[in-house]
């Protein structure tokens, strides 16, 4: 049995408001935003900044339910500034056997203006046939099944 790192949570294509370099790492980001899709306090979440291709590693830290806030803090302040847009994700462990057998979902959230959020999908991996679909998922009807599976994956190992 192996373990895969699979990709449960992402917000995407949200605008940094600060930046907060006298603070001891970490990100503060909107409990909305991070409740929408499954984020959790103090979870280990990527960072990537799409203004300057800045990548770092983190934890998640809840700002006020819809204020939007989304700021770096100590280092992480260096590779981003208000106005940036970053991609946050989250990441869970997951047995390969069981992905393959009951496959995955991940929660994206698109950001809007002000930082709410645009659309919201639902990725999966689906089982068949001994491997798994992928489905880019929809806007909005987050529930119904996707007719844009792209790839069907046996899996290998």
Partial sequence: MSNLKLMHAKLHRFT???????YVGSIT?????????????????????LDNGNRWSTYLLPGPA???????NGGGALLAAPGHLLIIYAYALELRETVMARGHEARVAIGGAGNT??????????????????????????TAPSDATQAHFRGGR
Wanted: proline share 7%.
């Fill in 66 to 72: 819809g204020s939007g806030v989304i700021t770096p």
């Fill in 117 to 142: 959020i645009s659309e919201l999908r639902i990725q999966r991996l689906v089982p068949r046939d001994g491997g798994v679909d992928f489905d880019p998922g929809l806007a909005e009807d987050a």
């Fill in 29 to 49: 980001v909107d409990s909305a935003l991070m409740e929408a899709v499954g984020m959790l306090p103090f979870e280990e979440v990527d960072v990537i900044n």
């Fill in 16 to 22: 940094v408001t600060g930046a907060n370099l006298d």
